[in-house]
Antibody, heavy 122, light 110 residues
Framework: QVQLVESGGGVVPPGGSLRLSCAASGFTFTRLGMHWARQAPAKGLEWVAYIRYDGSKTLYSDSVRGRFTISRDNSNNKLYLQMNSLRAEDTAMYYC???????????????WGQGDLVTVSS | QSVLTQPPSASGTPGQRVSISCSGSTSNIGSNVVNWYQQLPGMAPKLLIYNTNQRPSGVPDRFSGSKSGASASLAIRGLQSEDEADYYCAGWDGSLNGVVFGGGTKLTVL
């Protein structure tokens, strides 16, 4: 069965950096796009970033573009989110999610991880 | 402020039918499919409806989705207590070149 397990979250001061990881299993990771989404405390869902199955294309929300970098290691079935210049408003539960499409386009998130909490605070 | 607009709350009694709206624009719902996610309290989101009106395996047929123009709806018939959750619409926005979500609707089963 599909499993997505996030790790690397924690408390970081404003301006700091953190790298999230997502270990994927139960599907052919190398053939599917992947996403990061987040949810601030008591708030709604927000899409953060997408990466194509081969890593050749990435997309970002306006709120993180230039500060966050999504990447993947297809040899080890891992997804990453490098977060730099963190701000208080980046405090959220971060979810990795699998895209359902085998094509070169974004479709929908058919599986989500359980999430990892990132807190930006001094 | 979310790109897609949902009512913040909805409610119904067991057995009733409830509907949750999702309003967008020509760059998102008006030209692309809509997906719905259910988030039970304290849990990760789960896919509920995809491609506007398709149910993943395991989702009861009490849940249905539809779209008209730049608006979409999620309908739940035969409401049950376990349906109490937050519901989010989402889709691709061609102008923003990214995925957009609605602000979420908290469904209460009275």
């Amino acid at each position: 069965q599909v499993q997505l397990v996030e790790s690397g979250g924690g408390v970081v001061p404003p301006g700091g950096s953190l790298r999230l990881s997502c270990a994927a299993s139960g599907f052919t990771f190398t053939r599917l796009g992947m996403h990061w989404a987040r949810q601030a405390p008591a708030k709604g869902l927000e899409w953060v970033a997408y990466i194509r199955y081969d890593g050749s294309k990435t997309l970002y929300s306006d709120s993180v573009r230039g500060r966050f970098t999504i990447s993947r290691d297809n040899s080890n079935n891992k997804l990453y989110l490098q977060m730099n210049s963190l701000r208080a408003e980046d405090t959220a539960m971060y979810y990795c999610a699998k895209d359902a499409s085998y094509g070169d386009y974004v479709s929908y998130f058919d599986y989500w991880g359980q999430g990892d909490l990132v807190t930006v605070s001094s | 402020q979310s790109v897609l607009t949902q009512p913040p709350s909805a409610s119904g009694t067991p057995g009733q039918r409830v509907s949750i709206s999702c309003s967008g624009s020509t760059s998102n719902i008006g030209s692309n499919v809509v997906n719905w996610y259910q988030q039970l309290p304290g849990m990760a989101p789960k896919l509920l409806i995809y491609n506007t009106n398709q149910r993943p395996s395991g989702v009861p047929d009490r849940f249905s989705g539809s779209k008209s123009g730049a608006s979409a709806s999620l309908a739940i018939r035969g409401l049950q207590s376990e349906d109490e959750a937050d519901y989010y619409c989402a889709g691709w926005d061609g102008s923003l070149n990214g995925v957009v979500f609605g602000g979420g609707t908290k469904l209460t089963v009275l």
